[in-house]
């Protein structure tokens, strides 16, 4: 008679983000940190949840915090009171003050935006943007002081500085007309 297996359950113990006053990891990965202050030098994490996020020469996907500092390294989405990203990226930043130096984005909403050296696809501020040898694709607040900048679509109520734009009021509306003529006669051969 063949002898039977006894079969146990082994307990999986599940994880839970790290919940601490302060963490401080290098040269190492975490998938979701919950603590005050975080520093991460030469590491990723996917989730951070702070108070205070800074980053030396790492990554992070989702970052949430009073005040997020990335040096040399990337982030794809921070959301904070205030971010400065210098010598790095993001992807999408979401702040009230956001400081890019000889840094870039992809999208910037907030309230201040001060870019030194570096730009963003697209910046869009509700009170102004300050710009020092940079640009953007579209950028978009009241007021803005630019010197030595530029952007395709510029939208603001009052400029300050020396700004190039490809498009002003004019030449924008004389692009969508163009745009919509063009797109016109494609959809119309399309049909045939």
Do not use: C
């Not at 401080?24 to 989730?47: F, H, P, R, W, Y």
């Not at 990337?74 to 904070?80: D, T």
């Amino acid at each position: 008679m063949p002898s039977k297996k006894r079969v146990t359950k082994k307990k999986i113990a599940v994880k839970k983000p790290a919940a601490t006053r302060d963490v401080e990891l290098k040269e190492t990965g975490v998938d979701s940190i919950q603590a005050d202050n975080v520093t991460l030098t030469q590491g990723g994490a996917n989730s951070i949840k702070a108070k205070t996020v800074t980053v030396t020469q790492g990554g992070i996907v989702d970052a949430e915090a009073d005040t997020i500092n990335v040096r040399q390294g990337g982030i794809v989405r921070a959301e904070a009171g205030e971010v400065q990203i210098t010598q790095g990226g993001a992807m999408l930043v979401q702040s009230d003050n956001v400081e890019l130096t000889s840094s870039g984005a992809l999208a910037i909403l907030g309230m201040k935006i001060d870019i030194k050296s570096g730009g963003a696809q697209y910046m869009l501020a509700r009170e102004s943007i300050r710009v020092e040898q940079g640009g953007a694709l579209v950028m978009a607040a009241p007021r803005m002081d630019v010197q030595n900048g530029g952007a395709l679509f510029l939208i603001a109520r009052e400029v300050h500085g020396n700004v190039r734009t490809v498009f002003d009021r004019r030449g924008a509306l004389i692009f969508g007309i163009a745009a919509g003529i063009v797109l016109g006669m494609l959809a119309r051969t399309r049909k045939r």
